[in-house]
């Protein structure tokens, strides 16, 4: 394996994970994955297979990877075995073995490679090397194993096998399996290298698992390992704290609200570990700006007090003779001339400065200063890293007088958006470089290769943003000093084991930032899912009673569209912001069903599961949908456009068939108008109308992936001024999260039946009364008129309701989740 770390305890972690991996029988996981994770999968004895189901507490190390490990190669299995979409094909290479080593029990193959396999094959690939090419449905081959990819080298492949794990016990006797010592054969046999040919076909990548692992491994070694452990932590002694400057601190109270400022505060506290909770639409990343600015000013607070040094420690006091000789030892001029005046030239020009038109100015702070904190930040995904550093790159942070700056930022790992180019790792180097080869011709330099610029830019830099994963590459394990700060957001998108591999770095202090009823973690294996593996470390020691400082001001939403959520996933605990509704309101608004919150109920509506996908589709739905559409934009012609409108469903099939359908009766391509997505496909985006069609629609009291409470939440929390469910309420009501809304609909008049023809719907009689009623004379009133500023009567004003938006939580795109390459989390079944 291409190992990420160099350090003993990361160099036993990797053989124990290759050996592990290596080992395994391709065709024999095929089987047992199959038997495990079938329509039975949450009636499997999880002790049988060694497997252990997530706890909020541990009482040590070993009861930790107890539980971890075995579910994180439960996870490598699924991995593994998970199918691929459609449209991938997966070639067999012929290869041919050119020479073959052997250290610590691992066979070092070498074996051809074309350069245009370059993009294809990279270090920590899976390959299934086998002697036959194996088709399906064809016989199993005799001679086959895995082998990892440890690097490339032009036109060779570098691989590492295990070829001494696999035992099988016949009788008393035990006997290595014969597909092993056929391989082993194979690769090591002293004929001409183009008799020693085999296939491969790439399998998977196991880079982020494997760090993934690596870092599990090393939860011992954590400063935080008994917080991890046990979820508590001692209150830090008053002396631990930092402060910041008066005038940054000032500017932090007048431009947070409360919550905010409690959650900046916390972490000036200098605790080890600080969960910031943040439902949609209350500045979670401008609190992790005002974060940034905090830690990056700070001093401890018993260095400061009102200017002047206080607490500082004291020799013991001297006598005042001794004093004296001190002092004088320390200023000679004092007692005699200044040394300085012996040295000063003669003509006295030289060495003096003028002050006048010289005064000192307040520093400015630029990319070359030097901070005491270094931080490294962090997230689950590479979008949801690029949405934290372009608001980094738009916004800046506040120096100790409130000035905005851009401090140095350098963001590292694969697939940087284009609007954070300016920073990316790879056009560093490239400018680097760049000067490099100017350097050279002018003064013949030697050019710097490019691992040794990279290690340069990230020592200079204040602030590194990477993704979960990458920050556990070689890349950061050769700085000259680590992180200080660790700031992890959408903290409960990632399985624990990914939280801590940016631990491993170092760090003093962590922000774990996110909220767990949002979108989940994403775990591909349904046993392990079972068992708690998705769980996130935010979760686990929430759950644990560990303190959470929740943002509880929320300034996107409508009102009437943070009621629900409010009141069903944060115990009421959200409130608006100043002038939201006023800020979120429309001109739709007039017209009941284009309401702030509206519930369609499509009952005649039926799903259907196309064969061989594994998702749903319910095409009922998809026309209601397309006449909605249809009807809002001819009315607002303002909202046709991506930008302004999404149309949102948890099932990737129903996404195509919306897209597919979208084209046929419009003649254009929907992305250009229309933003049509997954749940989990929405993140970053705000609109300000969402149409959310739930697709399940059934006499078996089933709704599967619907029911998770968490997408549920995110569905509804898009839009800024309106969301419109489009469902079977009677389905859906079987669910105690959807009972609650379609009741919460009701109860508000803002829940319509829809039957066929759903043209009959839009018609001219019915259209009327959805439209607001007349208003009466201001003579009739018997009161001043009020319509000239816009404000309506309160019989009237029911109408004129708004929505708001939500904060979009980073999520990857799901939609491998259960390996049917759907994302609905079904796996092909109902998950009930």
């Not at 038109?357 to 930040?377: F, M, T």
């Not at 250009?672 to 997505?677: E, F, G, P, S």
């Not at 009020?786 to 999520?811: F, I, P, R």
């Amino acid at each position: 394996m291409a190992a990420d770390k160099d350090k003993p305890q990361d160099e036993a972690s990797i053989y124990r994970f290759c050996k592990t991996i290596l080992g395994w029988d391709y065709f024999r996981l095929l089987k047992e994955f199959s038997q495990k994770n079938n329509k039975n999968s949450k009636n499997v004895d999880a002790s049988v297979l060694g497997l252990k189901e997530v706890k909020d507490i541990y009482k040590d190390v070993d009861d930790y990877l107890a539980t971890f490990e075995p579910l994180l190669f439960e996870e490598v299995k699924a991995q593994i075995i998970q199918k691929k979409d459609d449209e991938e094909v997966r070639d067999w290479k012929l290869r041919l073995v050119m020479e073959c080593g052997e250290v610590d029990e691992f066979h070092l193959p070498a074996v051809t490679y074309n350069a245009e396999e370059e993009e294809q094959i990279s270090p920590n690939d899976l390959l299934l090397l086998s002697k036959e090419e194996f088709k399906e449905g064809s016989k199993l081959p005799t001679t086959y194993a895995f082998a990892l990819v440890e690097h490339t080298q032009p036109n060779l492949l570098r691989l590492r096998m295990y070829l001494a794990g696999e035992v099988i016990h016949m009788n008393e006797d035990a006997v290595k399996s014969e597909r092993l010592v056929n391989m082993c054969s194979l690769i090591t046999s002293s004929v001409k290298a183009v008799e020693k040919c085999l296939f491969s076909l790439k399998i998977c990548s196991l880079s982020t698992i494997a760090r993934e692992y690596i870092a599990l491994r090393s939860i011992g070694s954590l400063p935080f390992k008994d917080l991890i452990l046990a979820a508590t932590e001692k209150t830090a002694a008053q002396s631990q704290s930092w402060r910041i400057p008066r005038p940054l601190d000032e500017y932090i109270k007048e431009n947070h609200n409360v919550s905010q400022q409690e959650a900046i505060y916390e972490g000036l506290s200098r605790k080890a570990f600080v969960l910031i909770q943040g439902p949609p639409g209350t500045g979670k990343t401008q609190t992790i700006l005002g974060l940034l600015s905090a830690i990056l000013h700070a001093t401890p607070a018993r260095m400061q007090s009102r200017g002047v040094l206080r607490e500082i420690q004291r020799g013991p006091e001297l006598p005042i003779h001794e004093k004296f000789c001190h002092w004088g030892q320390a200023s000679p001029w004092l007692v005699g001339v200044n040394p300085r005046d012996n040295i000063m030239p003669i003509d006295g020009d030289d060495g003096f400065f003028p002050t006048t038109g010289n005064e000192l100015k307040p520093e400015v702070v630029n990319s070359s200063r030097k901070y005491r904190v270094r931080v490294l930040v962090c997230a689950p995904s590479n979008s949801a890293l690029d949405e934290i550093v372009v608001r980094l790159l738009n916004t800046g942070i506040r120096d100790e007088n409130v000035r905005s700056y851009t401090p140095k930022i350098v963001r590292i790992g694969l697939k940087a958006h284009h609007s954070v180019n300016s920073v990316s790792m790879d056009h560093l180097v490239e400018q680097k470089r760049d000067d490099s080869a100017a350097d050279k011709q002018k003064h013949g330099s030697t050019r710097k290769d490019r691992d040794s610029i990279r290690t340069a830019i990230l020592n200079e830099a204040v602030i590194v943003c990477s993704t979960l994963s990458f920050s556990g590459s070689a890349l950061l394990s050769k700085l000259n000093h680590g992180f200080d700060v660790a700031i992890i957001d959408e903290a409960a998108q990632a399985v624990e084991p990914a939280t801590l591999v940016p631990l491993t770095t170092g760090c003093k202090q962590v922000f774990l930032v996110g909220d767990p009823v949002q979108l989940p973690a994403t775990v591909i294996s349904p046993i392990a899912e079972s068992l708690g593996y998705g769980t996130s470390l935010f979760k686990r020691l929430q759950r644990a009673g560990y303190p959470v400082k929740m943002l509880k001001t929320q300034y996107r939403m409508h009102p009437e569209i943070r009621s629900f959520p409010s009141r069903e996933f944060y115990d009421e605990a959200l409130e608006d912001g100043s002038g939201i509704e006023d800020y979120t309101s429309r001109d739709w608004h007039k017209y009941r069903c284009f309401g702030p919150f509206c519930f369609f109920d499509i009952h005649e509506g039926k799903e259907s599961q196309p064969s061989g996908s594994g998702s749903w589709v319910n095409y009922d739905e998809v026309d209601f949908v397309l006449l909605l559409y249809h009807k809002l934009v001819s009315m607002f012609p303002q909202l046709k456009s991506s930008s302004q409108l999404a149309i949102i469903s948890p099932y990737r099939y129903q996404v195509k068939q919306f897209q597919e359908r979208f084209k046929e009766t419009f003649g254009v391509e929907s992305q250009k108008v229309v933003d049509i997505t997954t749940i989990d496909g929405c993140q970053g985006r705000e609109k300000d109308v969402a149409i959310f069609s739930c697709v399940r629609a059934n006499e078996n009291e089933r709704i599967g992936f619907v029911s998770d409470f968490r997408r549920m939440n995110v569905g509804i929390t898009r839009a800024k001024s309106s969301i419109l469910v489009v469902g079977s309420a009677s389905t859906l009501k079987h669910d105690e999260h959807w009972k609650n809304l379609v009741t919460s609909a009701e109860k508000r008049e803002c829940l319509f039946k829809v039957s066929k023809p759903y043209a009959s719907f839009f018609s001219d009689e019915n259209w009327e009364s959805m439209k607001p009623k007349p208003k009466p004379k201001v003579e009739d009133r018997g009161v001043q008129p009020m319509d000239v500023d816009g404000q309506h009567d309160n019989e009237t004003n029911a109408l004129y309701a708004n929505t708001g938006d939500a904060d979009q939580e980073q999520a990857d795109d799901n939609d491998y989740r259960d390996g049917d390459g759907d994302g609905d989390g079904d796996g092909g079944f109902d998950a009930d």
